[in-house]
């Protein structure tokens, strides 16, 4: 399957719809690989069999991480900001539309580039983690769009606000944050109704 490094920000990335008009994205985010992890768990294969697509929200780390998920599905990814480390990853951009349809899908790590970074590390370290900041944050990012796909902060959200998808399946990797652990997500989206479910999964046994 090919891995496809977009180029430009917010580029769009077109996926074709099927004649049930439905489409199943995989979504992954914070693989940390190989710095908190060797490698992807192997339920993570399984639990993504059969998408039409697979969503990395960003801090992939090694690149090779790419080629692995284009094993399940054509692979699109934005970059974290731990991923300058590998110069395969500069060619990532920090945001992108997914198109299935006329249903838009926004997705960025949610770290806003270097000084957003540092910015909500100061939030973090002072006043701790809200997601009110990631909604505000990705709402401002996108307009037009029936969801929005982030990583970065480790915490899972599967929630709907003013009629906006706001997703993060959390980490790939063993987490600290999520009682559940380890996590990738689905969307199931349906071009013709313009609507986009999601669905965290564990990755613990089932």
Request: hydrophobic share 40%; with cysteine.
């Amino acid at each position: 399957m090919p891995v496809c490094f977009l180029l430009k920000p917010q580029h769009i990335y077109q996926l074709s719809v099927r004649d049930s008009g439905v489409a199943r994205l995989g979504v992954v985010a914070d693989t940390h690989i190989p710095d908190r992890m060797k490698a992807l768990p192997p339920r993570l294969f399984d639990v993504l069999d059969g998408v039409d697509l697979v969503l990395h929200a960003g801090d992939i780390s090694h690149p090779h991480v790419l080629d692995e998920l284009a094993r399940i599905a054509p692979v699109v990814a934005v970059q974290g900001n731990r991923d300058f480390r590998y110069r395969a990853n500069w060619r990532l951009p920090l945001q992108m539309i997914v198109q299935v349809g006329d249903v838009r899908i926004g997705m960025a790590h949610g770290h806003g580039g270097l000084a957003g970074y540092i910015g909500e590390k100061l939030m973090y370290y002072t006043v701790g983690y809200y997601f009110s900041r990631y909604e505000k944050r990705m709402l401002n990012w996108f307009n037009n769009v029936q969801a929005l796909v982030f990583g970065h902060s480790h915490h899972p959200v599967n929630e709907v606000r003013d009629g906006v998808l706001l997703f993060n399946p959390g980490s790939a990797g063993p987490d600290y944050k999520a009682k559940h652990g380890a996590a990738v997500g689905v969307l199931t989206v349906d071009a013709t109704a313009r609507s986009v479910r999601g669905q965290i999964i564990p990755l613990s046994s089932p």
